[in-house]
């Protein structure tokens, strides 16, 4: 449907490169919350993984682009559906739980000011070049 539809990919494409852009400049100024570990600050940060993933555009392109070249035909659809998300899913909490462990382990490391606004810079121009790479590179 997204793919017929030249509106609804052009903007889900310019959603992703907006957001992308959007947490870039977020991360450059340094407008991060700074959030106790309390339970309003977990689902803060919840919240926030959950909008960022909900509103990545891979996950959009592998359902429509990827996803049916798995499907065999003769097989009952939505079990398979079912079964190729179940594994998908799995695969990507295993790597975020081996982000949150490795972001856990350099906390302290990270914690000096000098340094952690060198490595959000840094990713944050990373983040743009992504978004500007994005643009040119889904364009039709």
């Known amino acids: ?3 017929a539809s030249n509106l609804l ?5 310019w959603t992703g490169v907006l957001f992308l852009l959007f947490l870039a400049y977020q991360g450059w100024r340094g ?3 700074v959030v106790a570990t309390d339970k309003d600050g977990d689902r ?3 919240a926030r993984g959950l909008l960022t993933n909900l509103l990545n555009p891979k996950a959009a392109v592998f359902y429509v682009a990827v996803l049916p070249t798995f499907i065999i035909a003769e097989q009952p659809v939505l079990s398979q559906t079912i079964t190729l998300t179940a ?3 799995s695969i990507a909490t295993i790597i975020h739980a081996l982000i949150v462990t490795l972001a856990g ?3 302290l490391f990270l914690n000096d000011s000098r340094r952690e606004r ?4 840094a990713l944050s121009a990373l983040l ?3 978004a500007i790479w994005f643009a040119f590179s889904t364009a039709r």
Not at 9 to 13: A, I, N, T
Not at 118 to 121: H, K, S
């Open 1 to 3: 449907m997204i793919q």
């Open 9 to 13: 990919y052009e903007g889900l494409r």
């Open 31 to 33: 407008e991060t919350e």
């Open 44 to 46: 803060r940060y919840f």
């Open 87 to 89: 594994i998908y899913v």
């Open 105 to 107: 382990t350099l906390e």
């Open 118 to 121: 060198i490595a959000r810079r």
């Open 128 to 130: 743009a070049a992504v």
